[in-house]
């Protein structure tokens, strides 16, 4: 059974970098394709970035393309959230998610291991 934790959560100012890692345990990393997902109050859970097993094919929603960057060292069972130029609009509760069996749609319903979250608020 794969743990994830996640770790990195913090306050920051508008236009702030903040970077999310989360450790996993259980079992081979390799055997997964994760991803980031957030959510704000009142809000839906978002997908934001998940890659592929070995790392090659990455995907971000539209509201974080070309500010996050998402890596995983599978030999470390490490997976990162790179998040860069932060808005107000990023604040969340951000969790870390797999899902065993071939690389698919960043979809939540699609993953079945959960994190518990870190919170990110960027606030001035």
């Known amino acids: 059974q794969l743990r994830l934790v996640e770790s990195g959560g913090a306050l920051v100012q508008p236009g702030g970098s903040l970077k999310l890692s989360c450790v996993t345990s259980g079992s081979l990393l390799d055997y997964y394709f994760v991803g980031w997902f957030r959510q704000a109050p009142g809000k839906e859970r978002e997908g934001v970035s998940c890659i592929s097993k070995k790392g090659e094919t990455q995907y971000y929603s539209d509201s974080v393309k070309g500010r996050f960057t998402i890596s995983r060292d599978n030999d470390n069972n490490v997976i990162w959230l790179q998040m860069n130029n932060l808005n107000p609009e990023d604040t969340g509760v951000y969790s870390c998610?797999?899902?065993?069996?071939?690389?698919?749609?960043?979809?939540?319903?699609?993953?079945?291991?959960w994190g518990q979250g870190t919170q990110v608020t960027v606030s001035s």
């Open positions: 998610a797999a899902r065993v069996g071939r690389d698919t749609a960043c979809d939540a319903d699609l993953f079945g291991y």
